[in-house]
């Protein structure tokens, strides 16, 4: 056996492409996944602002609604309550996504559109617990409490009304990063 097989120092060339290709393969792919990671935040983002968006969007629509349907006939009349069971109904959307909050980079967002919700919420429960009283009351006379259980149903309603007029500034933050704007006709 030849001794000069042995001899790094001729195949020196060959060595430091190996080591210099490994280098910039090690980089290339810790770059690729950065950016990849850097793309599915963004796309996360994106996807959950368009969620909260339209979910924010459709609250808007049926609270508008449903103080448009208690503005005519009975104040909380069949119409006006299911409109309100509906808004109910995308609160529990809300209730069953919320962990996508976490997607939106922004915690003053995040902050404000929870805030909100529960704020809704509580109205919600205000207006059910007082017309659940009074439906149980029946047509009984007007007693004190029951004039108080209207009292409370007016303010958590009204609650609920002061409350919508948020999201239209909700809306406006989410549009950036869903690349769209959330718009409400009339």
């Known amino acids: 056996m030849r001794l000069e097989a042995f001899d790094a120092t001729a195949h020196s060339e060959t060595l430091l492409a190996v080591v210099l290709g490994a280098v910039l393969a090690t980089l290339s792919g810790l770059i690729a996944t950065q950016f990849e990671s850097h793309l599915r935040r963004r796309e996360r983002e994106r996807d959950a602002a368009l969620l909260f968006g339209e979910l924010l969007s459709t609250l808007k629509i049926l609270i508008d609604r449903s103080e448009e349907a ?6 909380f009349g069949a119409i006006t309550i299911r409109m309100l069971r509906a808004v109910r109904r995308e609160l529990d959307i809300y209730d ?14 995040r902050l404000r559109i929870h805030g909100s919700m529960v704020r809704i919420a509580l109205a919600l429960d205000g207006i059910f617990d007082n017309h659940d009283a009074i439906t149980a ?50």
């Open 70 to 75: 208690r503005s005519r006939g009975e104040p």
């Open 137 to 186: 009351a029946g047509k009984q006379q007007e007693a004190p409490e029951m004039i108080s259980m209207h009292d409370g149903r007016d303010r958590s309603f009204g609650f609920l009304r002061d409350n919508a007029a948020d999201i239209d500034d909700i809306l406006a933050a989410l549009s950036k990063p869903a690349k769209q704007p959330f718009t409400i006709g009339p």
């Open 96 to 109: 069953r996504n919320r962990e996508a909050l976490y997607d939106l980079r922004r915690a003053e967002l």
